[in-house]
Every structure is written in C-alpha cells, then in structure tokens.
C-alpha cells in the first residue's frame, strides 16, 4: 500500500523547483528587460529627433541645399543642426552608460537631461526659431520631453525593477534551504499499515478464555 503523502510530494516540490529555475535565468540575464527597453526608447529618441530634422532639411528647401546651410554655415540662431547633435549626445552616453557599462545608477541620464534642458531653454529664448515656422516649436519640445521621459522611465522602472529581481535572487538560496524542512521525505508504508487480525487466531483465544482449566493433550 502506498502512502498519501509520497504521491503528493512531487507536486509540492514543482512550484518550488519552477521559482528556482526562473530566478536562476533571472539572474544569468546580462540585461534584463526592463533595460532593454529602456535601450530601445533611447534609440527611439535619436532616431524621432532624427527624422523630424529631416523632414524639416527637406520642406525648408531640399536636404542638400539645407544641409549646406545648417552643418557648414552654421549659425546658433537659426540652426537645428545643434539639436540633432544633442540627440546624439544622450544616445552615445546612455547607452554607454546603461547598455555596455550596466550602471545601476540614476546619475548619468540626470547629467543628459540638465544638458538638454538648459541648452533647450537657452536656444529657445535666445535663437530665432520661433520664426522659422512649425518645426521651430517641434524639434526642441520633441527634444525636451524625450529627455525627461527617459529620466522617468530608468528612475520609476528600470532601476526599481532590477532592484526587486535582485532581491528576490537573494532569497532563493534561503528556500532551498529551507526546502528540506518544509517537505520531508516520504513516510513508509508501515506506519500507515497494520495487518488485520485473523479470525482463527480471535476464534482460538475466545475459547481459551471460556475454558480456561482445559488442558491439552
């Protein structure tokens, strides 16, 4: 006869066992996905700023023609060619920072965030954008509001996020200890099993007790 608690053992120890396993791939991740996302919303950042300056090269008179006039006859006040660069700035060191070097810090994007802030505000009061038409207003709000959206994002997800995974990787080896006292072994079949008592043998010792002065040849 088998016993109750040995079928069930192996369906208490699964969930455990399962918790174990996705915690350990956790933990081999070189990035986690939070991150990478943060990555590509980077690379979205740089790409957006990116087109929307070119649709603006293009409408303004041609790429080549404004081109010329933006990168080689470069002027502050009437210029997006800076803004495209800002653009590049803070894809080249987030994702340095966050990507190749894994910081688990807020401080780098606050940095490219200042900077585009302040230079932003800066051009905004002293170019002469506002008079270049819709992409005046366009490319440095774009600008702006990707910058703080990425600060938000890496300080109210990514870096909570990493922080909770790790945690829960540290309690992993505290389970598996734990582990063997939560389930022990199977218990034999003798502690649940006990034979029947025989009717011949109950028969026997009834008579005996009726007739307890008969002796036996």
Wanted: charged fraction near 20%; include cysteine; proline fraction near 6%.
């Amino acid at each position: 006869m088998e016993s109750p608690s040995s079928g069930s053992l192996p369906s208490r120890q699964t969930p455990l066992s399962s918790r174990v396993e996705a915690y350990e791939a956790i933990g081999k991740k070189c990035v986690s996905d939070v991150r990478r996302t943060f990555c590509l919303f980077v690379t979205f950042d740089l790409l957006f700023v990116t087109l929307v300056w070119i649709i603006e090269l293009n409408v303004n008179g041609g790429i080549q023609k404004q081109l010329n006039a933006e990168v080689l006859h470069y002027d502050y006040h009437i210029s997006f060619f800076d803004i495209f660069v800002l653009a590049v700035f803070r894809f080249a060191v987030l994702i340095l920072a966050y990507a190749v070097c894994r910081l688990r810090h807020w401080w780098v994007v606050a940095v490219t965030t200042a900077v585009t802030s302040a230079f932003l505000i800066v051009k905004v009061i002293l170019s002469k954008l506002l008079s270049q038409g819709a992409f005046g207003y366009l490319l440095p709000i774009f600008s702006f509001i990707l910058a703080w959206i990425e600060t938000w994002f890496l300080d109210f997800k990514v870096l909570p996020q990493e922080a909770e995974d790790e945690k829960r990787l540290f309690l992993v080896p505290d389970v598996l200890e734990r582990a063997p006292l939560m389930h022990p072994g199977p218990l034999s079949d003798g502690q649940f099993y006990s034979p029947p008592e025989s009717v011949a043998d109950s028969d026997e010792g009834a008579d005996e007790k009726q007739d307890p002065e008969k002796v036996p040849f």
